[in-house]
């Protein structure tokens, strides 16, 4: 008698390879390609504290107030398709109590717009479609995906360079845990800027071409491992200006010991950093390996089945000698 297998033994069998090879795929192809900068994004972050600005209107040094720095990115979509790149647009308003809620960002005590475009693989910047500053370093606005414990190079924009940010161990925000990464700006001068004489100590000359100088006390990150997605950050900046060649600061412009996420926008960088760390978590191990170890069950059930046979048929020969009559 021969045994043929049944259907569902060839179902069991045929659906275990089938996990078997889409296993190493979900790893090795689909998970990289996961991994890719998004174009979409709309997203406000917020930093306040306590310091000093120049307030224009008193002509001098106010201390003792309430900074807030409010930044927005969102991605020109088009942009970003037609080029393969992420491409956002950046806007960065830093405010006192008095400028806040400001109607017009031109109103606020500082004002930035920048382009920043990055390859959505590594985070490396690419130089193209209108990128303004043109840009340096491994990481801005936020880290490449798979965050290593190392040191990183930094674009500091107020600085116009790159700085070193060190890997300091892990901290929790909120309960969620990221690396931390620490550094610091040394006063360096980073432009120069026309103003009266007398703001600088120059009483004798209306006019002179003040040295602005910029500092950092404390950069602190913490960065989600699997995103690179900045969770939580603090600064301590120092803006200045000295007169010409001079190496003591005449003016204060802004100052803060520190800055920091508030917490609306703590909790909103950890729920997107959770959520998307889990989809990439999903992808890249989870997926795979269940997809390995139910494949490999169901193929080895399916092989055991089609080997056993589920039926009993009777040969042609047997057959015939069954069905013959007799002489």
């Known amino acids: 008698m021969r045994r043929t297998a049944s259907p569902t033994s060839l179902l069991l069998f045929g659906a275990g390879v089938f996990l078997l090879v889409l296993a190493p795929l979900l790893a090795w192809y689909v998970a990289p390609q996961a991994k890719r900068t998004p174009v979409d994004v709309d997203t406000t972050t917020v930093f306040t504290g306590t310091g000093s600005y120049f307030d224009t209107s008193k002509v001098r040094t106010v201390h003792g107030q309430r900074i807030t720095v409010t930044r927005q990115v969102r991605g020109d979509v088009a942009d970003s398709e037609k080029s393969g790149n992420a491409v956002w647009d950046v806007s960065t308003s830093v405010d006192s109590d008095a400028t806040l809620p400001a109607a017009d960002t031109r109103d606020s005590l500082q004002w930035t717009l920048e382009r920043w475009v990055t390859d959505r693989a ?107 997605r900045i969770v939580h950050a603090a600064i301590g900046p120092r803006k200045t200006l000295r007169a010409p060649g001079s190496d003591k600061d005449a003016v204060v412009l802004l100052e803060s010991e520190r800055l920091a996420f508030t917490a609306e926008t703590q909790r909103q960088q950890v729920e997107l950093a959770s959520r998307d760390s889990g989809k990439l978590a999903v992808l890249g191990s989870t997926a795979p390996v269940g997809a390995a170890a139910l494949g490999g069950l169901l193929a080895v059930i399916g092989a055991a089945l089609v080997a056993r046979g589920r039926r009993p048929a009777p040969d042609r020969a047997n057959a015939h000698m069954m069905t013959s009559p007799p002489a």
Not at 195 to 206: I, S, T
Request: hydrophobic share 30%; glycine share 12%.
């Open 122 to 228: 590594t985070n490396e910047p690419v130089h193209c479609c209108d990128e303004s500053p043109v840009f340096d370093g491994e990481a801005y606005l936020k880290f490449p995906f798979d965050v290593e414990k190392r040191s990183y190079r930094w674009w500091d924009g107020t600085l116009g360079g790159v700085i070193r940010l060190r890997y300091s161990g892990t901290a929790k925000i909120r309960g969620y845990e990221g690396l931390r990464f620490t550094g610091s700006v040394p006063p360096t001068r980073t432009g120069v800027r026309q103003v009266p004489g007398r703001l600088v100590g120059r009483d004798k000359a209306p006019q002179v071409l003040a040295e602005e100088w910029y500092s950092n006390s404390a950069v602190e990150l913490v960065v989600d491992r699997r995103t690179g």
